[in-house]
């Protein structure tokens, strides 16, 4: 069971390695760019309504992007774990997710921060072409020579995302850091939050994304079975006046007959004893009569 949030400026990489780790864990990457834009694709009201605010940078109003992401995650695939890719990205949507996944019963167990500089998000957004037909991401640095996708033998082209122009990165940047930056310490107060460096082989940063769900998740089993613990003693048939009564009884008792403390068994002393010496027969060691 996975239930984490990737948290991370535009660019840090999160729709990245949500794909690899829904490969590797079978969890949906259920991230809120993609589904609006579908819903842009599509054509559909939502979809004509958010279309404007993304292509300026801006944040879709928080009720677009809610009755979205509700609506995936009540789909069958996200029953067992769900990766949130850009989902929330304001304090009013934190507050919705959580109270959200409380009444479904499945509360977070970490949020991931992708932690990359800014001259690293600002040339790899910049930098980034996407294959019409499928969807892959390439980056400027490793462009195909004839800049075409070879998901198919024709080559498909590849285009730049209208808001990876340079104004509206900047833009998006600007809208991260007063909406989307405050969340890190929403997550870090409420235990969730780990830090993970967003630069490096795209193994690297998986291989420690990983290993910061590996902790987070023995950390959660503690806090479960102490939760477990706590549960079960304050559930116990016995009421606590009547634990008080009996230990109280117990005192008296102990009072009248002090338990005797078990007699210590002294042990003999065992003195080490030099070896017997050898008493060699004088007549045995005498040497034998020469003979005359
Ligand atoms: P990035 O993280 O690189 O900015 P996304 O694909 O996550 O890319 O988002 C693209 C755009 O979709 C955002 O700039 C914003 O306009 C809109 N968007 C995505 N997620 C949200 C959200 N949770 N709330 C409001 N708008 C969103």
Known sequence: MMRIVLLGAP?????????????????????????????????????????????????????????????????????????????PRNSDQAATLSKLL?????????????????????????????????GKVFSVSALPSDMSCKSNSNGHELYQRVD?????????LDVYKSQTKPLIDHYSK????????????????TARMEAALAKSGSKTEKVKRKAA???????????????????????????AAPVKKPAVVKKKKVVARKPARKTVKKSAARKPARKK
């Not at 019963?105 to 037909?133: F, N, S, W, Y």
């Not at 990876?164 to 998006?172: F, M, S």
């Not at 706590?230 to 102990?254: D, I, L």
């Open 11 to 87: 660019g840090s990489g999160k729709g990245t390695q949500a794909q690899r780790l829904q490969a590797k864990f079978n969890v949906p990457q259920i991230s809120s760019g993609d589904l609006l834009r579908d819903a842009v694709a599509r054509k559909t009201a939502l979809g004509l309504k958010a279309k404007a605010a993304m292509e300026a940078g801006q944040l879709v109003s928080d009720d677009i992007v809610l009755g979205l992401i509700r609506e995936r995650l009540s789909q069958a695939d996200a029953q067992n774990g769900f990766i949130l890719d850009g989902f």
């Open 102 to 134: 409380v009444d479904i019963g499945q509360p977070l167990e970490a949020v991931l921060l992708m932690d990359v500089r800014t001259r690293t998000l600002i040339e790899r957004m910049a930098g980034r072409r996407i294959c019409k037909h499928c």
């Open 164 to 172: 990876d122009k340079e104004d509206v990165i900047a833009k998006r």
């Open 190 to 205: 409420l235990g969730l939050l780990k830090v993970i460096k967003g630069e490096g082989t795209l193994e690297l940063i």
């Open 229 to 255: 613990r706590k549960t079960a003693s304050n559930n116990s048939s016995v009421k606590p006046a009547a634990k008080k009564a009996s230990r109280k009884k117990v005192a008296a008792k102990r009072k």
